[in-house]
C-alpha cells in the first residue's frame, strides 16, 4: 500500500475585486475542501467593494458623500472602523493622507470617468477641508455625517483594508499561515512550512518592466508600496501621478518615485505609504523616524540612477538584500 504524504499542499487562490484581483496563498493538507474558503475569500472582497468603492454608485460611501450637509447617515461596520483609521491617520499625518479628495481624483480622471477640465478647475480652487476636521463619526450608533462639503474616496486605504480581510477569513477556516494581496499591498501571517518568513519583492520604480528593487522577508506583518509608476496620466506633456495633493486637489508635482511601508496591519502600511507619498523623500523621512515607520523611499536622480531613504527597518538592510 502505497505510503500517504504528510506534507501540506501548496494552494493559490485568487479572485476579482477594485478593477484588480486578490491573491491567497497558503498551505493545507491534501483533502482540504477548498471552494468554501474561495466563495468566502470572495465574499469578503464583495463586502468591501459594497461598502467603500467609488466606482459603485450604490456603495454606503457614494450614499454617504451625496447625503446633505448636517444629516446623519448610518454606515457599516466595518466602513465605520475604515473611516476612523483614515481620521485617524490624517490627523497623524498632518493632513497628508487625506481621504476628502475625491472630487479631485475624479476631476483629473483617475475614477470612473474621464478628466474633464472645469471639475479641474473647480478643485484646484475650491477651499478644501480636510476630512478629519469636517467628517464626524459616531462610533457608538455607527453613523457619520459632514459638517462641510466633502467628496470621500477611500482608494488609498481600501485595498489594504481588503487584504486584512483576506487574512481574517483565511484565519476564520483554520489557516495559520499564509500570504495574502490586492496588487502590490501584501500581508503575511505565521510563517511557511519550512519554518521560513514569506518572501515579497519590492518592485524598482519602472513603469516598462516589473524588476526587483529588493527583497523583504515578511513575518506577521503587512507591507504597502504607493509609487508614480503603475497609475498615472499624461497632462500637458508632463506625467502625474494619481496620489493627489490634499493641499492642491492636483496631482502631486513633487514627489518620490516610490514610498514602501511595513506596518501591523495593510490599512495602515497603505494609508501611511500614501501619507509618505504626499510629504516627499526628506520631510517624510522625518516623519516617518517621529511617528517610528518603517519606510523606504525612492527617488530617481537627475541621470536617472534611483536614491534610496530608508527609515527603521529598511535602514538596517539596503540594495536586494532586503529582509
Known sequence: MPKMSTEPGRRALNGPTMGTRWSALFYTATKFDLPPVQDALQAAMDEVDAQMSVW?????LMRL????????????????D??????????????????AVGDAVAAWGFGPEAADQSLIRKALHTPRCAAHEALELD??????????????????IAKGYGVDRLAETLRAFGISSGLVGIDGEMRAFGLRPDEQPWTIAIEAPDDDRRAPHSILALENAAVATSGDYRHWALVA????SHTMDPRRGAPLSESPASVTVIARTCAEADAWATA??????TAGARLAQRRQIDALFLSRGSDGEIISEA????????????A
Do not use: H, Q, Y
Not at 56 to 60: G, K, T, V
Not at 82 to 92: E, K, Q, R
Not at 311 to 322: E, K, M, P, T
Open 56 to 60: 459603485n454608485p450604490d456603495s454606503n
Open 139 to 156: 462610533l457608538d450608533r455607527v453613523r457619520a455625517r459632514k459638517r462641510a462639503p466633502l467628496v470621500l474616496d477611500l482608494n488609498g
Open 237 to 240: 506633456g508632463r506625467r502625474l
Open 276 to 281: 509618505l507619498m504626499v510629504t516627499g523623500a
Open 82 to 99: 475604515v473611516l476612523s483609521l483614515a481620521l485617524d491617520i490624517g490627523l497623524a499625518s498632518g493632513g497628508a493622507f487625506d481621504i
Open 311 to 322: 527609515v527603521g527597518l529598511f535602514s538596517r538592510v539596503s540594495g536586494a538584500d532586503a
Open 65 to 80: 458623500n451625496a447625503c446633505p450637509i448636517g444629516e446623519w447617515v448610518e454606515i457599516p461596520k466595518r466602513l465605520m
